[in-house]
């Protein structure tokens, strides 16, 4: 079978503090985007977990696909194998959740085929010992986030048309979170004072002022509509209302920058697919 692998935006991110052990507390908003990767799965007896095309310098153990399918058969001593195919169209370091969706669209998929039957709340506890991101897609529903990003309310934002672009630039989340401009007392609101207000990115100066690439681009673009920053980034994105308008400005991005086109989504697509109710 093949599944969904569908990206996402945080349409807002605010910190709002930091903890004594380092780690900053935030506010933010997850929608999916019905555009992404897509994974295929066959199931066998072999016991094996097989990758059919591995990512460049990833190592297969260190690969968040690989890690998924092992920790789901571990976790239920699944005594099934797999072998795991990916069609690749999000971009690694982009800040839309590629490597988390893949990791979370393994355990649900791998769940379904090998009938292992955990709950989406099971497999969500899974996919935290993988990556803090990977429980928003295993649960699949648009979500305000607080705490560290582990407080999530179910949400309901417009499901508007965005325009997705990635400079060429890999950003280390490691350097903006250290770096001593980043804002780290935003006031905290209600979900629903956020919902009713514009939208803004904490991280996002901090990521111009040491990335020219993300300068540049959100620059070039500024006479077509207004970009920011989805997570630390490197993606950029603008929203419409219509797909026509958006598509009207995807068609000024620079040749040499990855891009695309896709409408906003409050159910993942791959629950739709599966057709699946937390």
């Not at 990635?166 to 935003?186: G, W, Y």
Request: glycine fraction near 8%; charged fraction near 25%.
């Amino acid at each position: 079978m093949k599944f969904p692998s569908p990206a996402k935006l945080n349409l807002f991110l605010y910190i709002t503090g930091q903890r004594p052990n380092g780690y900053h507390e935030l506010q933010t908003l997850f929608q999916f985007l019905d555009f992404g990767d897509e994974i295929e799965i066959e199931v066998d007896e072999s016991g094996q977990i097989e990758l059919l095309n591995e990512l460049p310098q990833v190592a297969k153990e260190d690969n968040l696909i690989y890690k998924a399918a092992k920790l789901l058969q571990e976790t239920t001593a699944c005594q099934k194998g797999a072998r795991i195919g990916i069609t690749k169209r999000l971009p690694m370091g982009g800040g839309v959740g590629g490597g988390s969706s893949n990791a979370a669209t393994v355990l649900v998929g791998l769940n379904y085929l090998w009938q292992t039957g955990l709950t989406l709340e099971a497999l969500a506890e899974l996919g935290l010992a993988l990556g803090a991101d990977v429980p928003i897609f295993v649960r699949g529903f648009a979500a305000f986030a607080e705490g560290v990003g582990e407080v999530l309310t179910p949400c309901e934002p417009k499901e508007k048309w965005y325009v997705v672009l990635k400079p060429e630039i890999a950003i280390s989340t490691a350097v903006v979170f250290k770096d001593p401009l980043l804002p780290r007392n935003t006031p905290k609101r209600s979900m629903n004072d956020l919902l009713n207000t514009s939208w803004e990115n904490d991280c996002e100066k901090v990521v111009r002022d040491h990335y020219f690439e993300v300068e540049d681009l959100i620059a070039k673009l500024l006479k077509y509509a207004r970009f920011r920053l989805t997570g630390t980034g490197a993606c950029i994105f603008a929203e419409f209302d219509r797909e026509e308008e958006a598509r009207a400005v995807f068609a000024h991005k620079p040749e040499n920058v990855f891009g695309f086109v896709a409408k906003g989504q409050n159910r993942s697509p791959l629950h739709q697919f599966l057709n699946l109710t937390f």
